[in-house]
């Protein structure tokens, strides 16, 4: 295995302790080295609504390269959090820098969506109510506000929009 990072400065592939992830990245940058922690914004329903939360999108796995010139990658395998890296064969697994600079894109953008809307409904979106005196219908989202959601729902035979708290909601 080399033990230093290749001329082109190529990303390696880190496999994690489960559920270590963000511990093994603080170790990993202590030591000097560039780390890439992707994570991905999801909606979580809590008890007093709905909440943003991260969760990193590939369970186990970082990115690293080396900070410096000439930095050994042999360290790498002692670090807290962290199992080794990624080899096939003797060679550690390695990344372009245009599919790290892809995967950031995509973390962005989609933070970005999260971040512009309060609730994870959408008008379009189908939805089952799942609290409340209407719990059990299922309806179409057709207006999106700060705390409630209006669903169109089919009442005595006729499509009706009815105010729900967004807490009260699930995604079909």
């Known amino acids: 295995m080399s033990l230093t990072a290749p001329p082109d400065n190529s990303w390696y592939v880190c496999f994690c302790k489960p559920r270590r992830e963000a511990f093994a990245l603080r170790k990993l940058e202590e030591q000097g080295y560039d780390v890439f922690?992707?994570?991905?914004?999801?909606w979580e329903k809590a008890k007093d609504g709905w909440r943003p939360q991260q969760q990193?999108?590939?369970?186990?796995?970082?990115?690293?390269r080396c900070g410096r010139s000439g930095q050994s990658i042999a360290p790498i395998r002692s670090t807290?959090?962290?199992?080794?890296?990624?080899t096939f064969g003797n060679q550690p697994a390695t990344l372009d820098e245009t599919?790290?600079?892809?995967?950031?894109?995509?973390v962005d953008k989609q933070a970005?969506?999260?971040?512009?809307?309060?609730?994870?409904f959408r008008a379009g979106d189908t939805v089952d109510?799942?609290?409340g005196p209407l719990k059990g219908m299922s309806?179409?989202?057709?207006?999106?506000?700060?705390?409630?959601?209006?669903?169109?729902?089919?009442?005595?035979?006729r499509e009706k929009p009815v105010a729900v708290p967004a807490a009260h909601l699930t995604l079909a």
């Open 56 to 64: 990193v999108m590939f369970p186990r796995y970082c990115f690293l």
């Open 37 to 42: 922690l992707p994570l991905l914004t999801r």
């Open 112 to 120: 970005g969506a999260v971040a512009a809307g309060r609730t994870p």
């Open 99 to 106: 599919i790290i600079e892809a995967l950031r894109a995509l």
């Open 139 to 157: 309806g179409i989202v057709s207006a999106v506000a700060a705390e409630r959601v209006t669903v169109m729902l089919s009442l005595l035979g």
């Open 80 to 86: 807290p959090g962290v199992s080794g890296l990624v």
């Open 129 to 131: 109510i799942a609290d």
